[in-house]
């Protein structure tokens, strides 16, 4: 599978996941441009984006348009986890968890897509997760954004697969990064033992997935799907 040629925008890219993804990508033989709130270690360039900042997505999209000269691919690889239970859950995070995992991945798709339709070829791989179909107590808001994506994913492959974009989503299963690390070590616990294949993934093992789903051929007739790298925690 291979992207020569290809341009790709992997924000989040500074994260576990979007930092393979964007390894996997430059392996394959695309430009890559990371975006991130922080900087990223990789050897990738780079620009700051907050994903829940309509100016700040614009400008980030613009400046990888003038850098790369064109967006052929987005990854969206951005997200918050915190845990808390329903309860107990302030509004703040609440709303701050589907600020940055549901509205942030509409405000860069929305911001893509003109350079996208007007070439006439794109490629869009969202990162829900595998909670999105499973819940999981103490994750009811990260569940419902990530729900949100997956349908969100849905309607926008519907809007644009014929202008020649496909859109489509991975729901990983738990991944070994800093977002997992900070869990409590009894959801850990819980998570690992209902696993069938009783271990969580690691970041290189989810970034073929987006691979396959950029690339050309492989994945050039899956709109609108989620493909679930998962250890097995669902089976849709
Ligand atoms: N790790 C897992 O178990 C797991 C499982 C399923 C899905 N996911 C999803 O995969 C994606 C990547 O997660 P990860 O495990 O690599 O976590 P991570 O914490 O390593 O990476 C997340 C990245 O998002 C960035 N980010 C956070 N808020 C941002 C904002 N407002 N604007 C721009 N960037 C922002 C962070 O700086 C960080 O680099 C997330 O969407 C996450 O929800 C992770």
């Known amino acids: 599978m291979r992207l ?6 992997v924000v989040g890219g ?8 964007a390894a996997c990508f430059a392996d394959a033989g695309a430009s890559v441009l990371v975006a991130d709130q922080r900087p990223a ?20 999209v613009a400046e990888a348009v003038h850098r790369l000269g064109g967006v052929d691919v987005l990854v969206n690889s951005a997200g918050v986890l915190d845990q808390a239970e329903v309860a107990g ?22 911001a893509v897509l003109p350079h996208m339709t ?19 107590p103490s994750m009811a808001h990260y569940s419902a954004a990530k729900a949100g994506v997956i349908a969100f ?34 959801w850990t616990a819980m998570k690992t033992a209902e696993l069938p294949l009783g271990r969580f993934a690691v970041p290189a093992e989810i970034a ?8 050309d051929p492989g994945g050039n007739v899956y709109v609108g799907q989620t493909l679930h790298p998962n250890s097995g925690d669902v089976m849709p």
Do not use: Y
Not at 4 to 9: F, I, M, P, S
Not at 168 to 176: L, Y
């Open 118 to 136: 007007a070439q006439g070829w794109g490629r869009i791989v969202n990162i829900a997760s595998q909670l999105g179909l499973k819940g999981s």
């Open 41 to 60: 270690a990789g050897p990738h360039p780079s620009v700051s984006v907050d994903v829940t900042d309509e100016g700040s997505v614009a400008d980030a």
């Open 153 to 186: 994913t849905k309607s926008l492959a519907l809007e644009v697969s014929g202008a020649g974009v496909l859109v489509n989503a991975i729901a990983p299963g738990p991944v070994v990064t800093e977002m997992t690390a900070d869990l409590t070590p009894e």
């Open 89 to 110: 859950m302030s509004l703040d995070t609440w709303r701050r968890t589907l600020d940055v995992d549901l509205t942030g991945v509409f405000l860069t798709c929305r």
């Open 4 to 9: 020569d040629g290809r341009r790709a925008l």
């Open 208 to 215: 073929p997935t987006a691979l396959l789903l950029a690339s």
């Open 14 to 21: 500074a994260g576990g996941i979007g930092a393979a993804i």
